[in-house]
């Protein structure tokens, strides 16, 4: 078959709904998808059984609501579609009430104190605007019916529903916007998101190997190899053929899911690798990449690889991140992030522009922590990964039209894009942007979207698209308020865009992000900079948060609360799971073989001495100091490290167990591989116990 035949052939779409749905349940089915509201429960049973006939003809055996905790992964509890036998034999049934509502245990997923352990009812509902699919597992064929999750109380327990109410908010206000510039016909704004994967692929036998990718999805010990990333030969390089093999049949997966997945490419990094997609509707795109990080793992394992999703997972070397390419559109397809030929008189634009300038400025705490997770941490900062300082790189040609607003009020010009003349005369000339692109910036504008690139890898893209709906819709909305009253239209809207650049124009950085000279320079600008998860933490439930989310019902103080507990609780585990696991690899690895070279090198030096009493036996002797000293250093390093987790056992309060963490256990870490990764440098490699970094990164 060919991609047109493949794509989309295991999702319920719109396209199969209309074939198979009666008219006027489709009608109903239709007007919910384009205006919101819901289906009633006669319809509901009518798409039910529709679907359920759809799936079983494709070889599905059961069903699941599939939804997104607080874990950053998808869970799904699998319910066949028979019914209770008669007389030896089953019907097979998927009612309008299963297709709407499941209830799935509450109690074992990250709640934050929100459940307790003993009151377990939680309630998964629909989500209609997402279409069900069907996933190919070992299991089986699964119809998965896309869903929110709640609890007996109605707090959200999962990162969709925040998601689809920031959506809303971002909608409601954006319409009012839209409608002061004369559009009447549009009905809704949609948030857009094409978010970019990027991952690493190792062969799973070197994988099975090293504790600390099995445990933690990252190395935790690794000297360099001797060639990294220096001669930037990766990056679009020719594709080798096992990694071809497996981005073949991972295309084919996500076509079939319906997943857009356009562009595959070499990345920075050795053993690194990037896959696109097309954008889509804000919600679509959360699920869609849910789904193909699941994907991925599972198409490389048939391979005999593993993909490796933590932002960092060797050191030295590029991480990988998540490049959340976020655009506005009102449902006639006009696009609010496009500025146009001449964006200096494109006052729509302005405005957007100037809103989203102030949104980023007044939340940048919050942007920051809706991209912090344990692995960004690692990753922040460098190898074309943004720094913790979040601000808006805008170019060339928009840069000098907000600097003409600010200094006089208005922009008379612009910078034009020109043309690029190669000076081949068989090459045509090329159309040149008015601006360049800077991979140092956090949230960089590329033309018609912002480009948010601090998203970490392994993380769901579901919490930094509701902070950036929910503040930018908070924007239009103080927007809107006055040029709604405006007696004078045209000045109250310059009278905004002004004042709004004027006020946050500290937000606009075009340089260096990883420059020393920019972490001064934004700290007298009054930027946070927050490096450490921990320490994004706290703006999540900062005053200024609770009355922006309350304003625009996406969460309560109460769900904040329990999410930074989450945050913190994640923190502590990883970090703690991290560091038992360096002390079972130092103990029970990296020790024992050190002590072995040590004994080869002793034996080498007796054996020559024995051979003849004048032999040198300097190089042997130097090793054995050298190896000795840091065997002392490293056992030191895991002994501290050890006390440190064992205190950190007796604690108990969350927020103090994470700080402690960051304070105590990591140092530790730091300096027990540094030890560790200088003795791989010296061991012979026959008595190392792990594949090292050359072994992992180019044995592919």
């Not at 384009?34 to 289906?39: A, K, L, V, Y």
């Not at 076509?255 to 050795?270: R, S, Y």
């Not at 993380?459 to 927007?479: C, E, G, K, R, Y």
Request: aromatic share 8%; net charge negative.
């Amino acid at each position: 078959m060919g991609i047109s035949e493949i794509f989309g052939s295991n999702v319920f779409s719109e396209s199969v709904m209309r074939q198979r749905l009666p008219e006027m349940a489709f009608r109903e089915v239709k007007q919910v998808l384009d205006h919101g509201g819901q289906i009633s429960l006669q319809t509901a049973d009518v798409v039910a059984k529709s679907m359920m006939e759809w799936a079983v003809e494709k070889g599905a055996t059961h069903f699941t609501h599939w939804f997104q905790p607080l874990t950053g992964i998808t869970a799904e509890k699998h319910d066949s579609f028979i019914t209770y036998p008669r007389e030896g034999k089953t019907i097979l049934r998927l009612t309008g009430r299963q297709l709407i509502m499941g209830e799935p245990d509450a109690s074992s997923f990250p709640t934050g104190g929100l459940r307790a352990t003993h009151y377990a009812r939680g309630y998964t509902a629909w989500d209609i605007t997402s279409p069900a699919f069907i996933k190919e597992m070992s299991a089986g064929k699964i119809l998965c019916i896309p869903t929110v999750f709640v609890s007996y109380n109605g707090e959200s327990l999962d990162n969709k529903t925040p998601l689809l109410h920031s959506m809303e908010a971002l909608s409601k206000q954006a319409i009012r916007i839209v409608r002061l510039f004369g559009n009447r016909d549009a009905i809704r704004v949609i948030p857009s998101v094409g978010p970019e994967q990027e991952y690493f692929i190792v062969d799973k036998e070197m994988y099975l190997k090293r504790r600390d990718l099995i445990y933690t999805g990252r190395t935790l010990f690794g000297a360099p190899a001797p060639k990294g990333q220096e001669l930037e030969d990766q990056y679009f390089g020719v594709i080798r053929e096992r990694i071809g093999d497996f981005m073949r049949d991972l295309n084919l997966e996500l076509w079939k899911l319906g997943i857009p997945a356009t562009t595959q490419h070499n990345e920075v990094a050795p053993a690194q690798h990037e896959l696109a997609p097309i954008y889509t509707t804000c919600n679509v795109a959360v699920d869609q990449n849910q789904l193909t990080m699941e994907t991925m793992k599972r198409v490389a394992t048939q391979h005999g690889l593993v993909c490796l999703l933590h932002e960092k997972p060797f050191a030295g070397v590029n991480g990988s991140g998540k490049h959340n390419n976020w655009s506005i559109s009102t449902d006639r397809g006009e696009n609010l992030l496009d500025p146009g030929d001449t964006p200096n008189e494109n006052l729509q634009f302005l405005l957007v522009l100037s809103c989203i300038m102030k949104a980023v400025d007044e939340h940048a705490a919050l942007l920051r922590q809706s991209a912090a997770n344990v692995g960004n941490d690692e990753r922040l900062g460098a190898d074309e990964a943004p720094p913790a300082i979040i601000s808006i790189f805008l170019g060339s040609q928009l840069e000098d039209v907000v600097n003409q607003i600010y200094e006089h009020g208005s922009a008379e010009a612009c910078i034009a894009g020109g043309q690029l003349i190669t000076g081949v005369s068989t090459l045509p000339v090329l159309d040149k942007d008015a601006t360049d692109r800077n991979r140092t910036s956090p949230f960089a504008f590329t033309g018609n979207k912002f480009e948010f690139r601090s998203v970490g890898s392994s993380d769901s893209i579901a919490n930094a698209n509701t902070v950036l709906n929910t503040i930018v819709a908070d924007a239009f909305s103080q927007a809107a308020d006055v040029l709604e009253q405006a007696e004078d239209f045209s000045k109250a809207l310059n009278d905004v865009i002004a004042q709004n650049i004027r006020d946050h124009i500290r937000i606009i950085f075009n340089g260096d992000g990883y420059s020393q000279a920019w972490v001064e320079e934004a700290a007298r600008r009054g930027l946070p900079n927050h490096s450490c998860m921990v320490d994004a933490v706290p703006a999540l439930t900062s005053e200024k948060t609770v009355a922006l989310f309350d304003k625009y019902k996406i969460f309560t103080r109460t769900e904040l609360e329990s999410r930074a507990e989450v945050m913190y609780e994640t923190y502590t585990k990883i970090k703690s799971i991290e560091a038992r696991t360096m002390v079972h690899m130092a103990g029970k690895h990296y020790v024992p073989a050190v002590v072995r070279f040590i004994a080869r090198m002793s034996d080498s030096v007796n054996k020559a001495r024995m051979a003849c009493p004048d032999a040198d036996t300097g190089v042997q002797q130097d090793l054995i100091r050298r190896s000795s000293a840091l065997l002392t250093e490293a056992y030191g390093e895991l002994n501290a490290l050890n006390r440190a987790v064992e205190q950190l056992g007796t604690m108990s309060d969350v927020p103090e167990m994470a700080h402690f963490c960051r304070d105590a256990v990591v140092p530790h870490m730091k300096r027990l591989r540094a030890a560790v990764d200088s003795l791989e440098l010296i061991v012979d490699k026959d008595l190392w116990p792990v594949p090292t970094y050359g072994d992992l990164m180019f044995e592919v």
